[in-house]
Every structure is written in C-alpha cells, then in structure tokens.
C-alpha cells in the first residue's frame, strides 16, 4: 500500500521529474549506507553508491524499473532511517528524551514494516532485538521512542502480511502438502541466495576476514545488522518464489557491512589505503560495466 500509493504519485508527476527523483533517493540511499557504516568521506560514498550497481543482482528491474525502484529503491531509504536510529543508539547510548524522536517514530515504523515482504518485518525483530540489548547488554531501560517504533513496525507488518491480496494470491500457487511446500520453498531460497548473493558474499566474507585478521573485533551494532540480513534473507522461505530483485535490501545491508570492515582496516593499517583505492575504482568500474548492460548499450 505504501510503496503502491507512492508509485501512483510518481507515475502521475511525469517522466522528468520522476527521473530526478529517482537519483536523489540513489543519493541518499548511498549517504545513509555511509552514516550507519560510521564515516562519510567521497572514497565511502563512491563505493557505496557504485556498489548498488556493481553487485546488484537486478539492476535493472530493482532502479531503472520504476514499480520494482518504488518497492526496493525507495523503500531502502525510510528503511535505512528507521534502522540508523536504533543503531546510533547501539553506538553511543543516550538517556535523553526526544518528544519530536517518539512522533516520528510513528509513522516512519509503520511505513518501515508496511513497505517490503522480507526487510520490513525484518527491521520490527531488529527493533526488539535493540530493545532486548538495552535491558540485557546496557543494563537501561530502552528509551520511550523505541518502544512506538517497534510497535508501529509490527502494525505496518501485519498489515502488509494479512493483507487480502496474498491470500488471494495463496490460492493460485499449487496446493501440495506442507512438508513439499516447505521443501520447495527452502531450496527456492538457498538458490537463490546462491545464485543472486554470491557478488555479495563473496565481497563480505573477504573484507570480514581481513578485518579480523587485523585484531579488530566485531562490534555490537555489526552484529545487529547481520541479525537483520540473516531475517531477511530467510524471510524469503514464506514467498513461493525468490526473484533476484528481492535481494536488494540484504544486498544494502551487506553493503554497510562491506564499509563498515573496510573503515576498521583502514583504521587499522595504513598499508591497506590503497588497496581499498584500488578496490573501490574496480568496483566503479564493474557499476559502469552493469549500468551499461542493464540500459543495453554499447561498452
């Protein structure tokens, strides 16, 4: 409803502007991968802006296509927002209050669980889970805002799972037994996470490995944003099918691992600067490469 309710909007503000549109929010999707990694220099933003071309799957139908930018693209932005908040308290937890933090708390949760099948709710656990960490890890009770942002979260969650299209929609997949269904959907799940995150995890495991091999150790909010990444990604074995555009919100999450690794061996070793150089201009390069591909035109 929310993302379909914007589409509408943007359909009816023509092409141009639409356009425009569509590479702010590309900017700012970039500038909050950043902001939640921990630094915001133009090597970061770079890397983070041609990793969404780069090693998306589904360029094409997740950016350029407007329905699939509106559900993936668009939606990644609020999102990222919702997640920033919680995360920013997991860094540097303050006690103070914020009336303005708690109203807008309201509605950017309830468009967070209402926007996308698998990141959506996603992010309302990732809200209690922060909630849990303040009582069990910080020894806090969790601020007031928390508490209206995961229960919005669950709202707009339940009302994009109990909507009546997907009950509608239940009817048209093969009706087999439960087990079969749970079979077929976990092996749709693992090949498609094969098959459509493997740039992704690939890129990951590398800069984590590095990143520990340095004597950096894994921070709580990293940890948190794994927990996210793993929910959304086995989300997907509630979905009859796993299409490569779905991806792209674990994709952005990965992504802000990616950063947030390379930040700490930054940090930790000068030696690896230009390394990390050298790696973010491979990685411009493979996004031109893609956006040509994806637009079909000639290299």
């Not at 229960?151 to 009546?164: E, H, Q, V, Y």
């Amino acid at each position: 409803t929310i993302n379909h309710t914007l589409l509408q909007l943007l359909t009816m503000a023509g092409e141009r502007l639409t356009d425009v549109l569509n590479m702010i929010v590309t900017f700012t999707l970039s500038f909050l991968i950043c902001q939640i990694a921990g630094k915001i220099n133009w090597k970061n933003y770079c890397l983070a802006f041609f990793l969404l071309i780069g090693i998306n799957t589904d360029i094409k139908l997740s950016m350029f296509w407007q329905s699939g930018s509106t559900n993936y693209l668009y939606s990644s932005n609020w999102i990222l927002l919702f997640l920033l908040f919680y995360l920013q308290y997991v860094k540097k937890p303050e006690s103070k209050k914020s009336i303005l933090l708690s109203v807008l708390m309201l509605p950017l949760g309830l468009i967070t669980g209402w926007s996308n099948e698998n990141i959506g709710p996603a992010c309302m656990v990732t809200a209690f889970v922060v909630i849990f960490y303040c009582y069990k890890y910080l020894k806090k009770k969790a601020p007031i805002w928390m508490w209206i942002g995961a229960a919005s979260s669950l709202l707009g969650s339940l009302l994009l799972i109990l909507a009546p299209g997907n009950f509608i929609r239940k009817t048209h997949v093969e009706d087999v037994s439960i087990w079969e269904t749970l079979y077929q959907r976990f092996l749709s799940m693992l090949t498609g996470g094969f098959n459509y995150l493997f740039p992704t995890l690939l890129f990951l495991l590398l800069s984590l490995f590095i990143y520990l091999k340095l004597g950096n150790k894994i921070k709580p909010y990293q940890v948190i944003i794994m927990i996210t990444a793993v929910l959304s990604y086995g989300a997907m074995i509630l979905s009859p099918t796993f299409p490569n555009r779905a991806t792209f919100g674990i994709m952005v999450l990965c992504i802000i691992l990616i950063l947030s690794f390379l930040n700490g061996i930054e940090e930790k070793d000068e030696k690896y600067r230009n390394l990390i150089f050298l790696f973010t201009i491979g990685i411009w390069l493979s996004g031109i490469i893609s956006l040509l591909a994806a637009l079909r035109l000639p290299l």
